[in-house]
């Protein structure tokens, strides 16, 4: 059986891959990026924040130990939804609060989750549903970069 796949955007993939990667169900992760104009992109390309380019995690799950739902639930806790283009002091539109969902039942389900985050805030949810794209992977010192450094967040030394 194939995995299903989900693509998310919070912020410093890091840590959200990091969420993610602790999740019963979650096969395996892959940070990199969505969503913009260059083929093949670098980090180093992507931080000028003129890519288009969101930094991700592409999440492979295997839906009968975790749903779509449960994975969107992950997150919406793993950032702030409300920032826009950006995650505590990292500032860009690479840094966006993004889902790429890469079906019509994802679509709709983020769509549903979207309106029900909303709907427990007074703040506005910066959080934007982009249809999925190609999928460039980051670099491989990118990958797992918080677990090979015995660190949990991407905001803690």
Not at 28 to 37: D, E, F, K, L, N
Not at 47 to 56: I, K, M, N, V
Not at 67 to 95: C, M, S
């Amino acid at each position: 059986m194939q995995p299903n796949i989900a693509i998310f955007a919070a912020g410093c993939f890091w840590g959200v891959e990091h969420a993610f990667r602790n999740v019963d169900g979650v096969l395996a992760t892959t940070v990199g990026y969505i969503g913009g104009s260059t083929e093949h992109p670098t980090y180093e390309q992507v931080c000028t924040d003129r890519t288009g380019h969101a930094e991700a995690v592409r999440v492979e799950y295997d839906p009968a130990r975790v749903t779509y739902d449960e994975l969107l639930d992950v997150f919406w806790n793993a950032h702030d939804p409300t920032q826009v283009n950006r995650q505590g002091p990292d500032i860009g539109t690479q840094y966006r609060s993004a889902i790429f969902p890469r079906s019509d039942e994802q679509r709709t389900a983020a769509e549903a989750s979207l309106a029900k985050r909303q709907a427990q805030t007074q703040k506005s949810i910066a959080t934007r549903i982009e249809s999925a794209r190609e999928f460039w992977p980051a670099e491989d010192y990118h990958q797992q970069y918080l677990e090979k450094r015995g660190r949990t967040s991407c905001f803690t030394r």
